[in-house]
């Protein structure tokens, strides 16, 4: 059984940094996608970024602002977000896939403050 525990959200202002983390334990030899998604108060989930067999990918609207980067040795996943805007403000999902499971952390609360 895997678990994904994320960390790292909190309030922090506009224009400001943070970084958020997602920590797997348990069997993960299958996963080829890890990644996060977000999801807004009275919005549908949305993709934020993934990273799959080397190569990263992201939303449109957090290109150039946020990074996903994985430490293997730790089994842990990031989120570095910056250039923060109020619009980012949603509870953050790590979600981590393979060809037959699809994992969800519980979710970290990021608000951005205008």
């Known amino acids: 059984q895997v678990q994904l525990v994320e960390s790292g959200g909190e309030l922090v202002q506009a224009g400001g940094s943070l970084r958020l983390s997602c920590a797997a334990s348990?069997?993960?030899?299958?996963?080829?996608?890890i990644g996060w998604f977000r999801q807004a108060p009275g919005k549908e989930r949305e993709f934020v970024g993934a990273?799959?067999?080397?190569?990263?990918f992201y939303e449109d609207s957090v290109k150039g602002r946020f990074t996903v980067s994985r430490d293997n040795a730790k089994n842990t996943v990031y989120l570095q977000m910056n250039s923060l805007k109020p619009e980012d403000t949603a509870v953050y999902y790590c979600?981590?896939?393979?060809?037959?499971?699809?994992?969800w952390g519980q979710g970290t609360q990021v608000t951005v403050s205008s």
């Open positions: 348990g069997r993960t030899f299958d996963i080829n996608t």
């Open positions: 990273w799959n067999n080397g190569k990263t």
């Open positions: 979600n981590a896939r393979s060809s037959w499971r699809d994992l």
